[in-house]
Every structure is written in structure tokens, then in C-alpha cells.
């Protein structure tokens, strides 16, 4: 019927209609450049806190009125001033002991020179009774003389030789005695500088500036040997502690120091001494690792000091407090790892950043004057790597850590491995992906996403195609 009314069928086309590309939003991938911020918390505690105790014991004379808990103390400050009248008196009474071992020496020596002066008189008589009893001898073989006149020659002789060797034992006796008084008036000056240390003791000074935080003594104690007085808190510098994770000290060691050119080349990087878990998970179970790997050097030949070893390179670090809606900043260095390893409860590396100069003006901003112990900051370490990083937003990271990326008309699947999300924008590695500056990454979700998936950006004008073309006229 529709044929005897004239009615042509539907003509074929010659060529089946082309896929319809999808319409996407892309935001350009960005290079990081030289600087990755890597920010954590942290608390505020003291440089160092110093025990104030008492060398010796005594009632308390004077004490500073400043010496309470909440004052600031200068260093040199007295601070306790202890009774010192006893030992005014143990001085004196050494010093007498000392200066009466002085006088016997000097009564010690002029009895030496005395008696050296009555043993040469006791050696001439020895030596004319020696005479006497040779010339008695002499006429006693003439028979001149009787036998009880050579007796009492030789008796003679005796005497003087018994009186000089008398003298040369006290002669020697002397000596002793002298070695005795010298070694007493030694140990009474000993005594003596001891009592005058013990007296010096007896005032107490400050030995830094800072906070007293504890002073458990009241005025006029009686305080023992050894006894705490005081705990000051040095507010010359503080120091913060905070943690970093295990990927984030890989780029602490990673840092250039400011004197080393930063390497940016995806080809060219030389890697650190450790590597972060996540790498060594890589090469653990067999995939490509980006990086080679350092040599390892001999155990008996360190190459560098133990304690070289475990510090941290010099990083500046932003010590931030926020209050109010607003953030008041401190310059800080991050200074070393705060203990011998990893916290077992987190995981993480305990580190100190040390602020120098932990007072601000406040005069035009406002807001604290000083970091106190006990504030909770936040630490931004600045540190310089030595390979290349991008930043892509946050919503085009997708899961399984993969990115789409739209290259020649086309959706391309990547992997990569991010280092820090913050504020909506991921850092990515620039080594350990395909992933370059200046690609066009998907940020609009897409249906059934998959590896050559035709798409289009948002706003782009499509090529006319053939089959359009066609559509317009029939068949011949």
C-alpha cells in the first residue's frame, strides 16, 4: 500500500555513528617548585628546667622576694642567703690551726739551725777526746801514766761521742717533725678553703634568667644539705615537640641545604641515605623504584660520627599559635630527633624544633607576647627536595591513587603516590609517576571511566564530522 502511494524507504547510511565524547572540566597540573611545606603539631615545652639545691645547711637569713612561683629571676640574682655566722667562726678557728702549724715550722727551723751549730761544737769535742785517749795510750806503753788516767780518757771519748750522736738523732727527728707540721698546716688550709667554699655556698644565685616554677621554702627555714629551693625554667629559647611520620622525615632527609643546587630533573637525583617506608615497601615487593640506591658503607669504617649520624639537617621551621581567628608566627629551627627512635604507640619520630628568640612585639599586632610551655603549635617545616614535585586539587585524586588525565582527545588512567594533601591541593611525586606539569587533569566525575575513553573539555568547539555532513542530503 505504502509502495503504490509513492512512500521511498529509509535509505542506509553508509557509515555507523561515531562515539559521542563525554564532556569534562581540567585543571592544568602544576609543578611545586623548590620549596615542600610539611606541617605538623606540636606542644611547647622548656629549653631546660635547673633543680636550685642547697651545698650546705643553715637557717635562712634573706630571701628574695621574687623567689616565687610565676616571677622572673634574673641570672645573678640572690636568691636564698643562709645564716653564715658558723661558718664564720669554723674559718677562724682553721685559721688558727693553720697559722699555729706555720709557727711551729718557723720554731722547727730555728731549732735545726741551733742544733747545727751544737753538733759541729759536740763533733771538735768528740775529736780532741779522741786525741786525749791516743796520747793516754801513748805514755801508757812508756809507762808514763797509770791505767785509770787512760780510763778515764776513754771515758771522755764515750761521752762526747754519745752527746753527738744525740744530737744527729734529734737532727733527724727534725726532719720528721717538720714533715708532720707541713703536712698538718696543708690540711688546715684545705679545711680553710673548704670552710670559705661552704660560706660562698651559703648565698644562692640565679645561674640562668627565667621562671621560677617551683620554690617549695619559706622564709627563715632551716634548711639541710642538698635540700631543693627553687626549679627556674631558662626562657631564653624554648623548644617545641612534635612528631613527623616516617615519609615525611624521607624529605627532611632529602632537604638541599642553602648552599647545595637544588636537582629538579626527573633524571637526575641522588638519592638520600634512608628512604621512607613506602619506598622500601616498593622495592620490597619487586616494583620499579624510582630512585638507586645508596652503597652500603662498611660497618668498621663509619663515615660519619654517631653523633653526625642521628641529627637533623637545620630546617627552618614556622612556629604558628592560633588564636582569636588569627595567627601569630615565630621563627624556629627543626634541631634533632627527641629520643633514640620511633614512639611505639603512633609510629612516628619525636623531633624538637628550637625557637631562639621565643619573645615577639606585640606592640602593633597584638596577641601573645612570649610561647609558654604547654601550647599547642603548629610547625611548618620548610624544606627544599631535591626531585621534583606537582600539585594537582584534591577532588582529582581518585581512588586507588590514580588520576585521569586527558591527552589527545582521550582518557588516560595514572597511577601516583602522593605526599601531602593540605587545604584541598595534593602534592604528588613528580618521579614516581607519568604524570608532568602542564597535563590536563580530570576533575569532573565520569561514567565508566576507562583507558581511551573519548572526551572533550567543557567549552571546546568539536570538529565537524563526516557523517553530520551526510545527514544533511540523501541518496543519489
Given at each position: 500500500?505504502?509502495?503504490?502511494?509513492?512512500?521511498?524507504?529509509?535509505?542506509?547510511?553508509?557509515?555507523?555513528?561515531?562515539?559521542?565524547?563525554?564532556?569534562?572540566?581540567?585543571?592544568?597540573?602544576?609543578?611545586?617548585?623548590?620549596?615542600?611545606?610539611?606541617?605538623?603539631?606540636?606542644?611547647?615545652?622548656?629549653?631546660?628546667?635547673?633543680?636550685?639545691?642547697?651545698?650546705?645547711?643553715?637557717?635562712?637569713?634573706?630571701?628574695?622576694?621574687?623567689?616565687?612561683?610565676?616571677?622572673?629571676?634574673?641570672?645573678?640574682?640572690?636568691?636564698?642567703?643562709?645564716?653564715?655566722?658558723?661558718?664564720?667562726?669554723?674559718?677562724?678557728?682553721?685559721?688558727?690551726?693553720?697559722?699555729?702549724?706555720?709557727?711551729?715550722?718557723?720554731?722547727?727551723?730555728?731549732?735545726?739551725?741551733?742544733?747545727?751549730?751544737?753538733?759541729?761544737?759536740?763533733?771538735?769535742?768528740?775529736?780532741?777526746?779522741?786525741?786525749?785517749?791516743?796520747?793516754?795510750?801513748?805514755?801508757?806503753?812508756?809507762?808514763?801514766?797509770?791505767?785509770?788516767?787512760?780510763?778515764?780518757?776513754?771515758?771522755?771519748?764515750?761521752?762526747?761521742?754519745?752527746?753527738?750522736?744525740?744530737?744527729?738523732?734529734?737532727?733527724?727527728?727534725?726532719?720528721?717533725?717538720?714533715?708532720?707540721?707541713?703536712?698538718?698546716?696543708?690540711?688546715?688550709?684545705?679545711?680553710?678553703?673548704?670552710?670559705?667554699?661552704?660560706?660562698?655556698?651559703?648565698?644562692?644565685?640565679?645561674?640562668?634568667?627565667?621562671?621560677?616554677?617551683?620554690?617549695?621554702?619559706?622564709?627563715?627555714?632551716?634548711?639541710?644539705?642538698?635540700?631543693?629551693?627553687?626549679?627556674?625554667?631558662?626562657?631564653?629559647?624554648?623548644?617545641?615537640?612534635?612528631?613527623?611520620?616516617?615519609?615525611?622525615?624521607?624529605?627532611?632527609?632529602?632537604?638541599?641545604?642553602?648552599?647545595?643546587?637544588?636537582?629538579?630533573?626527573?633524571?637526575?637525583?641522588?638519592?638520600?641515605?634512608?628512604?621512607?617506608?613506602?619506598?622500601?615497601?616498593?622495592?620490597?615487593?619487586?616494583?620499579?623504584?624510582?630512585?638507586?640506591?645508596?652503597?652500603?658503607?662498611?660497618?668498621?669504617?663509619?663515615?660519619?660520627?654517631?653523633?653526625?649520624?642521628?641529627?637533623?639537617?637545620?630546617?627552618?621551621?614556622?612556629?604558628?599559635?592560633?588564636l582569636g581567628g588569627e595567627e601569630f608566627k615565630w621563627n624556629?629551627?627543626?634541631?634533632?630527633?627527641?629520643?633514640?627512635?620511633?614512639?611505639?604507640?603512633?609510629?612516628?619520630?619525636?623531633?624538637?624544633?628550637?625557637?631562639?628568640?621565643?619573645?615577639?612585639?606585640?606592640?602593633?599586632?597584638?596577641?601573645?607576647?612570649?610561647?609558654?610551655?604547654?601550647?599547642?603549635?603548629?610547625?611548618?617545616?620548610?624544606?627544599?627536595?631535591?626531585?621534583?614535585?606537582?600539585?594537582?586539587?584534591?577532588?582529582?585524586?581518585?581512588?586507588?591513587?590514580?588520576?585521569?588525565?586527558?591527552?589527545?582527545?582521550?582518557?588516560?588512567?595514572?597511577?601516583?603516590?602522593?605526599?601531602?594533601?593540605?587545604?584541598?591541593?595534593?602534592?604528588?611525586?613528580?618521579?614516581?609517576?607519568?604524570?608532568?606539569?602542564?597535563?590536563?587533569?580530570?576533575?569532573?566525575?565520569?561514567?565508566?571511566?576507562?583507558?581511551?575513553?573519548?572526551?572533550?573539555?567543557?567549552?571546546?568547539?568539536?570538529?565537524?564530522?563526516?557523517?553530520?555532513?551526510?545527514?544533511?542530503?540523501?541518496?543519489?
Open positions: 500500500m505504502f509502495f503504490a502511494l509513492g512512500a521511498r524507504p529509509e535509505p542506509k547510511r553508509k557509515g555507523e555513528a561515531r562515539q559521542k565524547k563525554l564532556l569534562v572540566e581540567t585543571v592544568a597540573v602544576r609543578a611545586l617548585g623548590d620549596e615542600l611545606v610539611l606541617e605538623t603539631t606540636g606542644e611547647v615545652v622548656p629549653h631546660a628546667e635547673i633543680a636550685i639545691a642547697t651545698e650546705v645547711g643553715g637557717r635562712i637569713l634573706r630571701k628574695h622576694e621574687r623567689l616565687r612561683v610565676g616571677e622572673f629571676v634574673t641570672r645573678g640574682q640572690v636568691l636564698i642567703e643562709i645564716d653564715p655566722e658558723r661558718f664564720n667562726l669554723e674559718i677562724a678557728r682553721l685559721t688558727t690551726i693553720r697559722d699555729q702549724a706555720e709557727s711551729d715550722l718557723a720554731q722547727i727551723d730555728r731549732d735545726e739551725k741551733n742544733l747545727a751549730g751544737l753538733i759541729e761544737l759536740a763533733r771538735e769535742s768528740h775529736r780532741l777526746s779522741a786525741l786525749d785517749r791516743k796520747r793516754a795510750e801513748e805514755l801508757l806503753a812508756q809507762s808514763a801514766t797509770s791505767d785509770a788516767e787512760v780510763n778515764l780518757t776513754r771515758k771522755a771519748e764515750l761521752t762526747s761521742r754519745d752527746a753527738l750522736q744525740r744530737m744527729e738523732n734529734e737532727l733527724r727527728d727534725i726532719d720528721a717533725r717538720r714533715t708532720r707540721l707541713t703536712l698538718a698546716r696543708n690540711l688546715a688550709s684545705i679545711q680553710l678553703k673548704q670552710a670559705e667554699l661552704d660560706r660562698d655556698s651559703a648565698v644562692l644565685l640565679a645561674p640562668v634568667s627565667g621562671i621560677v616554677v617551683a620554690a617549695p621554702i619559706e622564709d627563715h627555714a632551716v634548711l639541710q644539705a642538698g635540700q631543693q629551693i627553687a626549679v627556674i625554667e631558662d626562657t631564653s629559647q624554648v623548644e617545641v615537640h612534635c612528631h613527623l611520620t616516617m615519609d615525611e622525615m624521607y624529605w627532611v632527609w632529602n632537604h638541599t641545604q642553602d648552599d647545595e643546587p637544588v636537582q629538579l630533573t626527573p633524571n637526575r637525583f641522588t638519592s638520600p641515605t634512608r628512604g621512607s617506608q613506602s619506598e622500601l615497601a616498593l622495592l620490597a615487593a619487586g616494583d620499579e623504584f624510582p630512585l638507586s640506591l645508596p652503597p652500603v658503607p662498611d660497618r668498621d669504617v663509619p663515615d660519619h660520627p654517631r653523633g653526625e649520624a642521628r641529627s637533623l639537617p637545620a630546617i627552618h621551621t614556622d612556629v604558628v599559635f592560633g624556629g629551627t627543626l634541631a634533632r630527633i627527641d629520643g633514640a627512635g620511633l614512639d611505639s604507640e603512633s609510629r612516628t619520630v619525636p623531633c624538637r624544633v628550637v625557637v631562639e628568640r621565643p619573645t615577639r612585639d606585640t606592640s602593633r599586632s597584638g596577641g601573645p607576647q612570649t610561647l609558654m610551655r604547654g601550647m599547642f603549635v603548629s610547625c611548618r617545616i620548610h624544606t627544599r627536595p631535591r626531585r621534583q614535585l606537582l600539585t594537582v586539587p584534591e577532588i582529582g585524586i581518585r581512588p586507588g591513587n590514580e588520576v585521569w588525565l586527558m591527552r589527545d582527545g582521550q582518557l588516560h588512567v595514572e597511577p601516583i603516590r602522593i605526599v601531602r594533601v593540605s587545604s584541598g591541593v595534593a602534592v604528588i611525586d613528580g618521579l614516581s609517576a607519568a604524570v608532568r606539569a602542564g597535563d590536563h587533569l580530570i576533575t569532573t566525575p565520569v561514567p565508566d571511566a576507562r583507558e581511551g575513553l573519548p572526551v572533550m573539555e567543557t567549552g571546546a568547539q568539536p570538529k565537524p564530522s563526516n557523517d553530520k555532513a551526510m545527514a544533511k542530503g540523501g541518496p543519489t
